[in-house]
C-alpha cells in the first residue's frame, strides 16, 4: 500500500480516509490536520496553504475538499469549516475569527478582515460597499438628479434648481469639522452625520422690509458611501433645501424637520428595494432621528401623505412640538 502523501510504501499502521486516501503513521504526525475532517494537508502546495492561513492565525488549514465545498467568510474569503458563523440582514457570513475581531465596516457595520480598504481619513470598508463608493462628484450626479426628481415629482416638494444649492463630497474628516465636531476613526462601526445642508442668509433691509435676499445654499456628502448610502443622504438633505423654504427657519422643532427628511430617506430607500439601509432608518434609537421618523411614519399611516406633509408644515409652523 502506498501512502497518498509522502508516496512510500506504507509499513506498519496507516489510515484510509474518503474516497481510498491512505496516510501513513509519519504523515499523520508530521502534516497539519484539516480542521474541517481531520485529514492531513500537504504542504507543498505553499501558496495554497498561505491563503488557508491568510494571517488570522488560524490554528489548522482546510483540505481540498472541505476548502471546496465550504462557505467562504464575507470578510476574509477564509472557508467556514467551524459550526460558528454569524449571518447579517445581507445573508452574509463570518468566520470565527472575523466575527470575534473588533474590526467594523464603517458604512454597513460588519466585521472586516485586516486587510480592508481603508480612506485617508481612518474610515474602513468592506468589499460590498467599497464596490459601489461614491468617490467623485461625477459618480454622485445621477444619484443627485435620481432625488431631486424623487423629491420633486413623488413627494411633490419643489425645489430651488442645482445652481443654488450644490452639492459637495468631501471627507469624514472635514463634514464633522463643518459641523463643529471632530472625527476619530475607531476599529468598531464610527456612528457620524454622512450628510450637511448649510445656509448662510444675508439680507439687506430698509428698516422693517426686506429689500433683497442672498442665500449661500450647500448639501455637504461624505465620499466613499456605497451608492444607496449616498442616494439616502441625498434625499434626506434635499428635504433640508425643500424644508428652507417651506419651513421657517428659526425654532423649529428639531424632530419634526428630521423626522420628515429621515422620512423621505425610508421611502426613497424602499422603492428601491434597499430594505436593509431602510431598516436602519426605523431601528435608529436617536430620539431626534429616529424618533422623528417614528413620529412621521404614524402621521403617514393615519392620515396619509398630502396631509402628512401640511400637519408637520404647520406643526413646523405654529412652532408646536409634536403629537
Ligand atoms: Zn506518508
Ligand atoms: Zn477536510
Ligand atoms: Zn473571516
Ligand atoms: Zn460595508
Ligand atoms: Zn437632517
Known sequence: MICNFCHSAVVGRYTQWQEGTVSCQACQATLPACRGCGLPVRQRKVGWLKRVFSGQAKSAPVCERCNASAV???????????SYTQEVDGGRRFCAACSGSADQCDFCAVPVAKGAHRYSDGRRSCAVCRATAIAKLKQARPLIADARSFLTGRLQMPLRP???????????????????????????????EKGLFTSNVSQRRQGDTVISETCDLAIYVETGLPRIECYGVLVHEFVHLWQFDAFPRHDVDRQLVE???????????M????????????????????GGFRLVRDLEGRYGYRDMVRMVTERARDGQRGR
Open 72 to 82: 467562504r467568510c464575507s470578510a476574509c474569503d477564509d472557508p467556514i469549516v467551524e
Open 162 to 192: 442645482e445652481s443654488e444649492c450644490e452639492v459637495k463630497l468631501v471627507s469624514a474628516r472635514q463634514l464633522a469639522k463643518r459641523l463643529g465636531k471632530q472625527f476619530r476613526s475607531s476599529p468598531g462601526y464610527d456612528h457620524r
Open 259 to 269: 423626522g420628515l427628511a429621515e422620512w423621505a430617506r425610508h421611502r426613497a430607500l
Open 271 to 290: 422603492e428601491m428595494g434597499a430594505t436593509t439601509s431602510a431598516r436602519r432608518v426605523e431601528r435608529n434609537d436617536d430620539p431626534i432621528y429616529g
